[in-house]
């Protein structure tokens, strides 16, 4: 018998997309064509597409199939009434309002409860949510704990809420500033880094004693709950399934971007169980989205996800999923590469501060590495760090994110083992080379989410 029996994907590969290699020549003029910004690369010039996990996920036949079933009728399709089952089975939530993707449902939620002056306490800022928030008047306001912070604590609840800053803020602005705490699971910008069961109760908790709503994050919510399921005493034996549906009734509503966990291509809703605000943003929908009985999706891509909603809660799939992304980090660690540890659950999270220590934040060591990756090998990865962090609302100056990280992000079911050997050496042989990387400058900064845009050039 073998000590450690290996896990293998559940599922085997049916159809191919044929990948175009490039020559080192080729990716330099493509990557200054770009701006040095990979959201700005063509898809044809890259070789192994690591930018994110949102909408490049291979579908199943099972959802191929579902997809023939699209009901296109302009209003009742019977899609929609698979998925506001699905939601209602899996998610426990009551009421869905169908978007085109998450920020969609982001838009709808926060125009539909902050007011003018209001705060957001959240475990940590994500970009388009933040965004969303600071539109309709509102400001964000991190309460994740401090480990989250530190790249190197092996802390397993990352994604935790610190209840004393959460305390802090209610007592500070009072209960009427607040109109929801915002929580996510498998929190994105510490890494893919869980919350535990154990927290999201305390939360919940206080939360309940002010009668604050609490707004879930779900885009990654199974994969939040596989890390609960193999870390968090009392859970090893209840299914992904079981803990996915436990997490979302500690919740009031729910924004879901299903390009991610239900393995779809596009699409997202927002689920209530508040028949008050499911009605303001069923009303809301129609005016930015499309009616409420599809809000963008077409009948097919609803079916879809109601389909990857019941594939993506296996646990076979999620151990296979998350597994894939422990087997990355570990090989980057064999190479001394410096990452967010512990090894999140949708990417590898690069510490830029460390990789290029001779970099400081100004010089954009985040964004420098993203590129000199594709150079190396025509991987693409994404920034998320300081031009991620966009500016501040009211000052104008650059948010400092005290983590400088480019994300190696793994789409679902998409590529293999040796993709990922593939990967780890390219990034090994820029470690290699990490002395004569020098830093970028913008050049030029788009208003909004500036870093889907910017355009930067080197510093000599
Ligand atoms: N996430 C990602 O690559 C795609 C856009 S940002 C580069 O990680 C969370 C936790 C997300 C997310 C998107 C959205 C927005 C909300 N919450 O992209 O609008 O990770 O479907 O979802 C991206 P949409």
Not at 82 to 107: C, F
Not at 125 to 131: A, D, E, I, K, V
Not at 322 to 351: A, R
């Amino acid at each position: 018998m073998t000590e450690r029996r290996s896990w293998a994907e559940p599922w085997k590969i049916k159809m191919v997309e044929h990948l175009r290699m490039t020559t080192r020549e080729e990716r330099l003029a493509a990557i200054k064509e770009a701006g040095y910004n990979t959201f700005l690369l063509k898809s044809r010039d890259v070789y192994i597409d690591l930018l994110t996990d949102s909408g490049t996920n291979a579908m199943s036949d099972r959802q191929w199939a579902g997809m023939m079933l699209g009901d296109e009728a302009y209003a009742g399709s019977r899609n929609f009434y698979h998925l506001e089952k699905a939601i209602q089975d899996y998610y426990s939530y009551k009421y869905l309002v169908p978007t085109h993707q998450g920020r969609g449902a982001e838009h709808l939620i926060s125009q539909t409860i902050i007011k003018d002056g209001d705060y957001i306490p959240g475990n940590m800022y994500f970009t388009t949510t933040r965004l969303h928030q600071e539109l309709a008047g509102g400001t964000f306001v991190d309460i994740i704990i401090d480990e989250a912070h530190d790249t190197e604590n092996e802390f397993p609840f990352k994604g935790n809420v610190d209840l004393a800053k959460l305390q802090a803020l209610i007592d500070k602005v009072g209960v009427e500033r607040i109109p929801y705490v915002a929580i996510a699971t498998a929190v994105n910008m510490a890494g893919g880094q869980p919350i535990s069961m154990a927290n999201l109760k305390e939360v919940r908790k206080l939360t309940q004693k002010y009668n604050i709503p609490i707004v879930h994050d779900m885009t990654r919510v199974a994969e939040n709950a596989w890390f609960i399921k193999i870390r968090e005493e009392g859970y090893s034996s209840k299914s992904v399934a079981e803990i996915v549906y436990e997490i979302c009734t500690l919740t009031d509503h729910a924004t879901m971007s299903a390009k991610k966990d239900p393995i779809v291509n596009i699409g997202g809703f927002l689920a209530t169980n508040d028949e008050d605000i499911y009605r303001k943003a069923q009303n809301m929908v129609v005016v930015y989205e499309g009616l409420h009985t599809y809000g963008g999706m077409a009948g097919r891509d609803m079916e879809a996800v109601a389909i990857g909603i019941a594939e993506s809660v296996q646990d076979d799939h999620i151990r296979a999923r998350v597994g894939q992304t422990q087997y990355l980090g570990e090989k980057l660690l064999e190479f001394g590469v410096p990452i967010v540890l512990p090894i999140g659950s949708h990417g590898v999270f690069i510490d830029a501060k460390k990789f290029l220590p001779n970099l400081e934040q100004d010089l954009l060591p985040a964004q420098t590495l993203a590129a000199e990756i594709y150079i190396e090998g025509g991987i693409r990865t994404m920034e998320r760090g300081i031009v991620s962090g966009g500016r501040n609302k009211d000052t104008g100056e650059h948010n400092r994110p005290k983590l400088e990280l480019v994300r190696v992000t793994l789409p679902r079911r998409v590529y293999t083992q040796s993709h990922m050997d593939v990967t780890a050496e390219s990034i090994a042989d820029v470690y290699a080379r990490r002395d004569s990387i020098k830093g970028l400058r913008f050049t030029y900064e788009p208003d909004y989410l500036r870093f889907f845009q910017a355009r930067f050039e080197p510093i000599d």
